[in-house]
C-alpha cells in the first residue's frame, strides 16, 4: 500500500473510532450511566482497539475528547479525562503482543487514578478518593474489561482485520 493511502487509512480508522466512543457515550448518558461517581461508558469497550490498530490511539483520545466536551464537562475534565484515554490507550499499544485480558489494563488503571481527583476536585462532588477510585475502578473494569475483552476476543475470533 503506498504511503497516501496509508495516511488515508490511518485518519479514517481514527476517525471511525472517535466517532463509535462519541456514539456510545451518548447512549450511555441517554441511560444516565456515562458521568458522575459512578460511570459505565459503554464506549470504554473500545479501549482494547489499538491491539489491533496504532489509528485507535488517537481515535480513542479525540473521541473521550469530544464526548467530555458534549457533556458539559468543565477543562479538567476534558484535559485530564482524555489524558486517561490517551494513556489507556497506548498502553494497550504496548501490551498488543502478551494476552488480550491485559489490554484493558492500563484504561482501567489510568481512569481509576486520574478520574478520582477531577470528580472531587474540578466538580467538587462529596466522597473521598478511594471510594471514586472504587467507582470508576468496576464501571471500567464492566466496560473496558468485560465488554472489552469479549469485543476483542470477537474480533480475533472472526479474523477482522483493520
Partial sequence: ???????????TQSAM????????TEISAVLGISS????FRLSEMFAVLPIFTPAAIPG?????LISNILAGGV?????????????????AWFLRKKSVYLAPVPTIAANMIIVP??????????????????TVGIGEFVCAGIL???????LKKYKFNF
Fill in 75 to 91: 477543562i479538567w475534565d476534558v484535559v485530564f479525562g482524555s489524558l486517561a484515554s490517551l494513556l489507556g490507550a497506548l498502553g
Fill in 148 to 154: 472489552g475483552v469479549f469485543l476483542a476476543k470477537t
Fill in 36 to 39: 458522575g461517581v459512578i460511570q
Fill in 1 to 11: 500500500m503506498n504511503n497516501k493511502k496509508s495516511k488515508t487509512r490511518f485518519l
Fill in 60 to 64: 480513542l483520545f479525540i473521541g473521550c
Fill in 17 to 24: 473510532v472517535a466517532a463509535l466512543y462519541v456514539i456510545f
Fill in 117 to 134: 481527583f477531577v470528580l472531587r476536585y474540578a466538580y467538587g462532588m462529596e466522597g473521598t478518593i478511594p471510594l471514586f477510585m472504587l
